[in-house]
């Protein structure tokens, strides 16, 4: 510690302030706003793979890829986030489970429900009783990863499949008047002039994506919501050096500030891509961004 | 940010059990002082951390702390989470139909109201957490029940005036009646409810709950509870 911190009760004002703010409490604090940065900077990019990959199935000319992808999209799409959380991340962590349990415990016989029990083998466990704490929380925040993935990925598949079908049938006609196959028509034209319609869908799904992170505290991830709510609880003297009333407010209107500011940022970010992607497109990105 | 990447593979695949041993998991919930709290470098503290360390080394098993909610305490227990509940959690009746609990480590304690003033009507609004003996007990008393996810907000809701008093256990409330310099003050009759504190154990998990409950019972044999609930309770807790 830089400041000394010895004995909080007898520092004048800032120096309490400072080493209140810097005390090890508040660094996991500042810790779980890198953790939903993180996320972000995760779930953003495999849903708009995972967005690609449905909106291609999607598109497919075989019927039942076609129908496939069109059914995740529905499913993803029409089900509540919260629900969607609720089972996915406790599905997935007991399929996993489960798969292990079969492939790697043959021998068990036990059978895995016993009442409102869930058992598999130690060796199933996922991760694994021995593995520290912090490898338990990084397996959470993996589930967590992929759950955001494949909800903003199903959002994201249906604004590419927009996306797609907006892209001017002359261009698509006058690229098989040059004799470009199908294969050659998606990639060099569709998929190209694609993501300037589909960047208004997906900026908003990015803001949405943001406000959402939250919903990390559902999954029992210690994310800044957690810390807030702990942090600003009123202390009492006896269990803390640095005893205080209800700050809550104080830690949620930081919650307000950081999550403004991050939208903020984001808006600027969007408007260069936006005018980056529709440059030498026949209309200019300013003209684009008014024509919203 | 390497090492994570390098481990996602080694988690999945399950090269991690190579080392299965005797590692117990056991969770808690954090926010409830003196049973358990965070203290001010972000790391769990309180009685049941102090006793549950003490029960792992005599039972000879390697423990390691869990931090969860309240709320889903239960549930992650039985999909195999952690193996087991120390958080201040009262055996009852209706918690047994769905897990086991290992002999008590306190008799059973009172429960109290704290109220904002003296004459407060405790047929009002009473705020109490969620699932919780308190909240069973005012909701069959007749008072409003108003929940919360968390013990700290049931204070808050009296010192924002949202409910008449709160309902919760007396160690609970005593450091912070303490510390309100006559803000907040115990009213009403106090009530004990429950058959004491324990732990919570899957009832598939016999071993683990005969293993606990054997270090309990030296505990208690040689005094060292007793000295540990007074360290922590004051004198006025009821000991072995």
Known sequence: MIFDCSSPDQLDRLMWSLCYLSNGKHITFYYSILKVLVLLALAAPISIGLGLFLAMLAKSDISPIKLLGKFIILIVRGIPDIAWFMFFVIALDQGLEWVRHITLCPDWTEPIRQGADFLVCEKAKLPSNSSSETIHEIYGFILAIITFSIIFGAFAGNIFSGALEAVPKDQIETAEAYGLNPRQIFWRISFKQMWIYALPGLSNLWMILIKATPLLFLLGIEDIVYWARELGGAKTPRFTEYPHGDWRLWYFLFLLIFYLTLTKLSEKVLDKLTRKLTYGMGFSGENFLQRQ | ?240
Not at chain 2, 85 to 90: F, K, P
Not at chain 2, 98 to 118: C, G, H, K, W
């Open chain 2, 1 to 240: 940010m390497r090492n994570i990447f390098f481990m996602i593979p080694v988690i999945l695949l399950g090269y991690s059990t190579a080392f299965a041993g005797d590692t117990i998991r056991m969770g808690t919930e954090g926010a409830y002082p003196p049973y358990n709290y965070i203290d001010d470098d972000g790391n769990l503290a309180g009685f049941e951390i102090i006793l549950g360390n003490e029960l792992c080394a005599r039972a000879n098993l390697t423990c390691e702390w869990v931090k969860n909610d309240w709320d889903s305490i239960i549930p992650n227990l039985v999909s195999g989470n952690y193996d087991t509940i120390i958080a201040g959690m009262s055996i009852t009746a209706e918690r047994d139909k769905v897990i086991d609990f290992t002999q008590n480590y306190m008799l059973p304690r009172p429960s109290a109201y704290v109220a904002a003033s003296e004459d407060v009507d405790l047929s009002g609004v009473i705020s109490a957490q969620t699932a919780t003996l308190q909240a069973g007990y005012i909701a069959e008393s007749g008072s409003t029940l108003i929940e919360f996810a968390t013990p700290d907000e049931t204070i808050s809701a009296v010192s924002d005036g949202e409910a008449d008093a709160v309902f919760a256990d007396y160690d609970y409330l005593a450091p912070i009646v303490e510390a309100s310099n006559g803000d907040l003050m115990f009213v009403g009759d106090q009530v004990v409810l429950g058959l004491g504190t324990g732990m919570g154990i899957r009832e598939s998990d016999t071993e683990l709950k005969a293993k606990f409950n054997q270090a309990i019972t030296s505990m208690k044999e040689d005094g060292s509870l007793n000295k540990l609930l007074i360290e922590w309770f004051g004198e006025g807790i009821l000991t072995y």
